[in-house]
């Protein structure tokens, strides 16, 4: 930030204020998708044959929907993709801004039914690594969690003065019960979030099984993590409950001015 002084006859005024022109950094934006068994959990959504959508196939289409709308706003963002089962594994290790990256990774999509316990520590040491590389080419790293178990709580150990990447977490769960305990779950991946994020990391979840909602949050993860807002501040997208009415005016709310019939 710097001051400059105004140009002025009367001697009076303050000095005027501008902020110097800075570039946002290009993106390497590391999904991570999770192949718990839950992720073959049906959503409420259905195919155009009529078949359920499972949480995994959502996924997908929510990657696609993301990258194919990130690389239009920046073709030089790059993304890659690894799956979490017990801990992480790499689908699509290089950094890339093609979409058939992204294609290419899910093909390597198997689920893990020995799944159990989620150790996000590995995925953070991966994360911090390919950080630094980003950094060195004037880069940031994010990694977006896809996150789908409804009662098993994530774990790591990493320490507070490590923040290299930013973390953002999507979480699809199962309604609260008896086997399920979500809210435990979110509150742990909140307590990651805080703890190894760079910038504002933005967390979701929705246990509605509608495939229109995993869309909204893939949406508002396009924003950039230098550009941020808090997430207590986010105010969209627009309630259409909420939108004002649209004022119509009448002949008799309009001015009337005389028209020459020259």
């Known amino acids: 930030m710097e001051s400059r002084e105004p140009h002025t006859t009367s001697g009076g005024g303050g000095g005027r204020y501008t902020l110097p022109p800075s570039r946002l950094q290009p993106e390497d934006i590391l999904f991570c998708i999770d192949v718990d068994p839950e992720c073959l959990i049906e959503m ?14 959502s996924i997908k289409q929510g990657i696609l929907l993301f990258v194919h709308a990130k690389l239009a706003v920046n073709q030089d963002h790059r993304f890659a993709y690894c799956a979490l089962g017990k801990s992480p594994f790499w689908l699509k290790k290089e950094f890339s801004s093609e979409v058939d990256s992204a294609i290419a990774a899910f093909r390597g999509i198997t689920v893990d039914s020995s799944a159990g316990h989620a150790d996000l520590t590995h995925l953070f040491k991966v994360a911090n690594h390919e950080a630094k590389k980003s950094r060195a080419q004037n880069r940031i790293l994010r990694v977006i969690l896809l996150y789908c178990r409804s009662s098993v709580a994530p774990h790591h150990q990493w320490p507070i ?31 990651a979030l805080e703890q190894v994020s760079e910038y504002e990391g ?3 979840e929705s246990g509605q099984g509608l495939t229109r909602v995993l869309f909204r949050h893939m949406c508002v993860l396009l924003s950039h993590p230098q550009q941020r807002c808090g997430q207590d501040d986010i105010d969209i997208p627009k309630s259409l409950t909420k939108k004002p009415p649209v004022v119509d005016l009448t002949p008799s709310d309009q001015e009337c001015v005389p028209v020459s019939s020259q």
């Open 161 to 191: 003065s490590q923040k290299l990447f930013t973390f953002d977490v999507v979480y699809l769960h199962d309604k609260p019960g008896p086997d399920n305990c979500p809210q435990k779950v979110y509150d742990g991946l909140v307590d």
């Open 202 to 204: 933005y967390i979701f």
């Open 44 to 57: 409420k959504n259905t195919s155009v044959t009529g078949r359920p959508f499972t949480r995994l196939e």
